[in-house]
């Protein structure tokens, strides 16, 4: 008997396939960024694009979607599937929740989930996640105790039941939010977007001849299932803990983890863990904790495979529940990249030494947000700030980068005339990489100005992360700076911050508020770094003189343009 045989047993056709999956994904992106009227999503590209089998499954993404995102969605659609089973759904049905424990984790991230049909039956689901600029509850976010206070909660529900808009929800938005018409047309446009990767992916089917996704899932998810498993499998055998401490709200936290290797499987498991905070929305939701835990090991194991489920069945992920890294509701949730950016600290210091590259830890992202009504309407403006990228021990880290997310930060033109703020300056930080053989790369220095006037006043929120915790070097190399924030000269200690900067007026009087975001952990020994790598950061103004002869023991002539190491 012949075997039979698929399309898609052709690798070259496979890849082709595949890639043009992803960028019907990408053009989902391009929608969702072009229509959005937020500037969270249109500019800060705070959102995630993919495509799914009907199984819920996860087959491609956007290249630039938000990793953490791309993980949760098929949680995300499998919880969906629960509440409106597959034999139910009908064309133009468009399925809906921000519940942070089906989701990403805390309720501004908004999921819409678009079946799709071909001859009649279910083969796919466009899915998108997005944070909107405002859902309710609280302005100080720090204060809440449980997620009732953080915003409107919408269980799985239908956006749309076959074409028809739910008003109910709309409704409910409107009344509920600051910022409606905003909100309202963001949902939309990710309701767009998804409509665009609805007829591409129906007609790619056709082009190659094919009734459901389900060939191609599998072809896809099983190798990218075996590549991850051989990975692993290269890996020795055993048990590696590690533990991180770090400041985050009123507190100093202690986590631990023990990676778990067993042939060609992998457990994460958060087995030192404090339990659930009481306020402050900074616990993270077990969806979130596994999506960044998966995501890290994602960049270290299989870099250049792009997330998809098959990459996630050797993986397991486990914490205690009712912990601060699997709380149970109604926990406070919103601020939940606090702690669940840590776990990414965790799987790197448990990897360094088994796996084959693994950078030093890197500086997190801070935001200023404002929330303002200069142009009569109004507005919440995200001003994302990046923070050094670890170094690796091959290359210096990235200055200034919206690690861990794909975020970018807004064009400074596009934050002052979107909120009515005013910066002073922006510019990387000098002194704040991590010193090493390789440096990590610099943090931010954002200086944000008093408003002209009352009338241009405005709410300001300051959200900070490894505020006196500092990004960890790995293999003799230097821990980079970590954030810091002033008001005027004065410094702000890191268990004031909710109290001084978060849901507060910024007037004319208020004076300068000036933001370091943390440098990336250096990699190997300063003493072995290059001199002209050092002159060039002290050219550069990035390194003093003095931190080169002292950290670095290099002698450095700006006269000259010269560098010598000591005792040379």
């Known amino acids: 008997m012949p075997t039979e045989t698929s399309v898609f047993d052709d690798p070259i056709t496979l890849e082709i396939i595949w890639g043009r999956l992803a960028t019907v994904a990408a053009e989902m992106q391009t929608v969702l960024r072009r229509t959005a009227l937020s500037t969270l999503i249109s500019a800060a590209n705070d959102l995630a694009c993919e495509i799914m089998d009907a199984r819920g499954w996860s087959v491609a993404h956007a290249a ?325 990228l670890g170094a690796g021990p091959d290359d210096d880290g990235v200055d200034g980068i919206c690690y861990p997310t794909s975020s970018t930060t807004l064009p400074v033109e596009i934050f002052e005339s979107s909120s009515g703020g005013f910066l002073v300056s922006k510019e990387l930080a000098p002194d704040s990489a991590g010193a090493g053989r390789r440096r990590g790369g610099h943090g931010q220095r954002v200086v944000l100005g008093p408003p002209e006037d009352e009338a241009s006043s405005y709410t300001l929120s300051l959200s900070m992360s490894q505020h006196g915790s500092p990004p960890i070097g790995f293999g003799a190399g230097l821990a980079g700076r970590a954030s810091r924030l002033y008001v005027g000269a004065e410094e702000i200690p890191f268990d004031q911050v909710a109290a001084r900067l978060v849901s507060v007026p910024h007037t004319p009087e208020s004076g300068l508020v000036t933001l370091d975001t943390p440098g990336g952990g250096g990699f190997g020994d300063p003493a072995e770094r290059d001199p002209q790598l050092v002159l060039r950061d002290v050219r550069d103004g990035l390194l003093s003189v003095e931190a080169a002869a002292e950290i670095y023991g290099v002698d450095v002539e700006l006269d000259t343009l010269s560098a010598k190491r000591r005792g040379a």
């Not at 009908?90 to 501004?108: C, M």
């Not at 007829?199 to 998810?221: H, K």
Request: glycine share 8%.
């Open 64 to 388: 630039t979607s938000n990793p953490a995102f791309n993980l949760t969605m098929p949680h995300v659609t499998s919880a969906l599937l629960e509440a409106f089973p597959a034999d139910t759904l009908r064309p133009g049905d468009v399925l809906f929740t921000n519940d942070p424990w089906i989701g990403n984790g805390h309720l501004p991230d908004v999921s819409v989930v678009t079946p799709f049909f071909k001859n009649g039956k279910l083969v796919g689901f466009a899915g998108s996640i997005a944070h909107v600029s405002d859902i309710g509850g609280l302005l100080n976010q720090s204060q809440a105790r449980t997620v009732y206070e953080e915003g409107l909660f919408f269980p799985p529900m239908k956006l749309y039941d076959e074409g028809r808009r739910n008003e109910a929800i709309i409704a409910t938005i409107r009344k509920s939010v600051r910022l409606p018409d905003t909100v309202i047309g963001d949902i939309s446009a990710i309701v767009t977007a998804n409509s665009v990767a609805v007829r591409q992916v129906v007609d790619l089917l056709d082009e190659y001849g094919v009734d459901d996704l389900s060939e191609l899932s599998d072809a896809i998810q099983d190798r990218a299932e075996q590549a991850m498993r051989r990975t692993i499998e290269a890996l020795p055998d055993g048990d590696y803990p590690y533990e991180h401490t770090f400041n985050v709200l009123d507190s100093t936290l202690t986590i631990g983890v023990v990676i778990r290797i067993r042939g060609t499987e992998l457990a994460v498991d958060y087995v030192k863990v404090p339990p659930q905070h009481d306020h402050g929305g900074i616990n993270s939701t077990m969806t979130f904790t596994t999506a960044r835990s998966i995501a890290q090991l994602n960049c270290l194991l299989t870099p250049n495979i792009p997330s998809n489920q098959g990459l996630f069945r050797p993986i397991t992920v486990t914490a205690p529940e009712g912990s601060i890294l699997n709380p149970t509701y109604p926990a406070s949730v919103n601020d939940r990249v606090k702690v669940g950016w840590h776990t990414i600290a965790l799987v790197q210091g448990a990897l360094a030494g088994i796996a084959g590259y693994v950078p030093a830890l890197s500086g997190f992202q801070s935001s200023i947000k404002l929330l303002s009504s200069h142009s009569g309407v109004p507005v919440s403006t995200n001003f994302m700030n990046g923070g050094g």
